[in-house]
């Protein structure tokens, strides 16, 4: 080790003395620091984006990462057990919010595994005969906090509420947990090597990273591929922000739902074909 190396590395264990005594002092200190660590391959990138994202999530409020109340999929609390099936194998979520009569308040949550229990029993029982308390948060709630109560009440999702107390939408537990680790599988997730999962005649999930001519061949479409190599770049351009969970835009002929994104990026999709929509995507075509 020369003289000039000898005094980094000396500057570099004096900074991290200092941070352990306290310092440094403010966000922005700690944040070059941990990155220099990481530079000098003493902290792995995972590491360090987990530690950046568990930062983050003390900035953070509910209403940040919250599906809108506008994109809940819920449940009648007085629907018979044999209404609900049809919507449940649907939209493959494992928990609902129950809507009152008047379709205004969350009053409860519905447990996919409950449904499954008492309605092999008896499919003609109630919603709200075995619905269970909801968890309600206010918008402002910070993301640690939230995180806390989700462990102390062993809660997986809560309904955050308006000032008014009306409910805006919902968090989960993963959702929050993403903001931390990153992608976390679940029911929307395909092969690694997949772009595009087909739901329906109308309805796809596809991967922001879906390349656009890669789009257009299976759909048969002509987006443009000038700017932009991916669909979730082109719906960045298109809504001029990153945007939030439950955002849509229509480009010709194709609806555009953002089923997954942080602040930084899309991650994932969901794809409508409107009903005046006259193309017929290639894997359709091929069928027949």
Known sequence: MNEEQAGEHRS?????????????????DLLELLRAAQKRNLLEPEALSMIEGVLQVSELRARDIMTPRSQMVVVPQDAELEAVFPLVAESAHSRYPVIAEDRTEVVGILLVKDLLTHGLQDRSRRVREIMRPALYVPESKRLNMLLTEFRVTRSHMAIVVDEYGAAAGLVTIEDVLEQIVGDIEDEHDFGEEEYIFRKSDREYTLKALTPIDEFNDYFYADLNDDEFDTVGGLIVHQLGHVPKRGEQVEIGRFRFVVLRADNRRVHLL??????????????????H
């Open 270 to 287: 969901k794809l409508i074909l409107l009903p005046d929509d006259r193309l017929q995507p290639a894997a359709l075509a091929s069928a």
């Open 12 to 28: 570099w264990l004096e900074r991290l003395g200092h941070f352990f005594a306290g310092e440094p002092e403010d966000r922005k």
